[in-house]
């Protein structure tokens, strides 16, 4: 399961500080400006869900695929999956992750921090 941009400004509340978002990231949504970070239908992934086996402190842990390649950035886990700190629950345990394609498009077209990215490797 994921989640996109579409999400981000459905949820959006100005009233909630929360929720606010940001006149420059709300029209490269919805310009649909993401770059090369986009997937093939044209939706920018922001989080998807995992069944890692996490536990308290482990946010902004990273998360690698089978090829050891990062696909994205642990921030936080469900409430049923708490007891994960004693036991895996595999049926239970769910780890919500921000997909590095979304860091990547907020570092390049949101902050305009391209260049650090020129200075790094990626697989595709």
Do not use: H
């Not at 978002?21 to 995992?50: H, Q, T, W």
């Not at 308290?56 to 990062?70: A, C, D, F, H, K």
């Amino acid at each position: 399961y994921y989640t996109t941009t579409k999400g981000i400004l459905e949820k959006e509340n100005p009233e909630d500080r929360e929720f606010v978002v940001p006149a420059k990231l709300k029209e490269l949504i919805e310009k649909k400006d993401y770059g090369r970070y986009a997937l093939p239908n044209g939706d920018m992934p922001v989080c998807f869900l995992s069944t890692n086996d996490i536990t308290g402190g482990n946010s902004g842990s990273p998360v690698l695929n089978g090829q050891g390649e990062l696909i994205g950035i642990n921030f936080d886990r469900n409430w049923e999956g708490v007891g994960g700190d004693i036991q895996y629950l595999p049926d239970y345990q769910r780890s919500i992750i921000v997909d590095i394609r979304y860091v990547l498009f907020v570092i390049d077209k949101y902050a305009g921090a391209g260049y650090l990215l020129n200075e790094m490797e990626f697989s595709r």
